[in-house]
């Protein structure tokens, strides 16, 4: 490994530009940053926005170091690699000493042993900001190795979001007039695309070849982020077990049920090899367990859950079965935005279901329900999980996400707003 060729082909490396995204990641800290979410999503172009930003605000591109792990010239990379690139980059740059040094070290699981390297790099050097990404959700701080607790700031970055997506069109919008703005029917249509299409930059950027593209990027997070990160032996395995997760997006899954449906095909899984998998899905972004709210976690633990995948494009492409089912593309879809919203989602289940109630500290303060529409032959049971949710626990207030329909329930004394999903998705965080 030529550490000095790496460390100066930075210097001639001209930033392609890119639509800004939202971020609020704040470079003037004391602890590490890392930047977490599924391969492809924007982290590398998050880490050049942030680049750009630096330089606007003065600081010298000399002071500044992005490195992308993932480069086949990296592969193999340790933490004794990490040394010597920050050897060659002292060495051979200029630095104002004046300011901070920026490291932007991307994919940076594919280090051996680079969170003890991170650790050393930051009690050592307080001159030193590290900015580290990876498609795997260990770099956030709460499951982050002991080498770096307490020392991490996580955020996470996701597919586009509508709102994203909106200002990319430049189209304006004031939430208070939209339902009768000149630019509503735009936005229905981008609204339309999008709850089909995903919110993939690649395929926002440029409709040709989305099948194409999404492929393969699922392809990469089984493969690279999956099979070969775990050394997988059995490759035919995990992918069916990922098709009978996509076969269950927006529904329940039993472990048992999974190791039995995998057992009819000749497949012998056990329970517990089952949970491993999934949670190798989780850690790559690939699928989310949503679990049911429970006073006791154990009980919480071992209650049913429902599961959820990364971007609603992805899994029009490689599951082939979604494309007309728009209820359970919109529940997909607005967990999604919970998620990327940084909420902590359960869902509930007593005479009713409802499907998200949302945790903040100690107590729920939101009790949400998706529905394409309210019909005749669904509105008791889409109006009674919600109510039921909110009478259990005392709150004033609902939401009901349909496609297309605003309105407001009044009843028992409470009140139950019905908004379109394209309006909320346009929110605010608080909605």
Known sequence: MNHKEIVTNWREFKIPGSFSRYHDIALETDFIITISGPRRAGKTFICFQMIEELMKKGISRENILYINFEDNKLIGADSNDLDKLLE??????????????????????????????????????????????????????????????????????????????????????????????????????????????????????????REEILQSYYGSMIFKDIVERYKIEDIKKIRMLANLLLESTSRDISYNKLANRLKSIGMNMSKNTIIEYISYFEDAYVFFQNIKYEYSQGKQLGSIKKVYFIDNGMLNTVSFKFSKDSGRLLENLVFLELRRRNKKIFYNR???????????????????????????????????????????????????????????????????????AWKWLLGENDQ
């Not at 919008?173 to 339902?179: A, G, H, I, Q």
């Not at 032959?377 to 207030?397: D, I, P, Q, S, Y």
Request: proline residues 2%; negative net charge.
């Open 88 to 209: 060659a980059y002292k060495e051979f740059y200029t630095l104002n000493k004046h300011q901070h040094i920026y490291l932007f070290l991307d994919e940076i699981q594919t280090v051996k042993n680079w969170d003890a390297w991170a650790r050393k790099i930051h009690d050592m050097d307080k001159n030193i900001k590290l900015i580290l990404t990876g498609s795997s959700s260990k770099l956030l701080s709460k499951e982050i190795s002991t080498a770096l607790r307490g020392r991490v700031l996580n955020r996470e970055i996701f597919p586009l979001s509508f709102k994203e997506i909106v200002s990319w069109k430049g189209l304006d919008y004031d939430l208070k007039t939209l339902s009768h703005s000149d630019n509503r029917i735009e936005i229905k249509k981008l609204f339309n695309d999008f709850i089909n299409d995903g919110g993939y930059p690649a395929v926002t950027y440029q409709k040709m070849n």
């Open 350 to 420: 007593d005479s009713y279901e409802c499907d998200f109630i949302i945790q903040e500290k100690d107590r729920i303060i939101q009790a949400v329900q998706v529905a394409e529409s309210l019909s005749s032959e669904n509105e008791k049971r889409e109006v009674g999980g919600v109510l039921e949710a909110m009478n259990k626990f005392k709150l004033k207030e609902g939401l009901i996400i349909t496609l297309d329909e605003e309105r407001a329930i009044e009843i028992e004394d409470k009140k139950i707003s019905v908004i379109p």
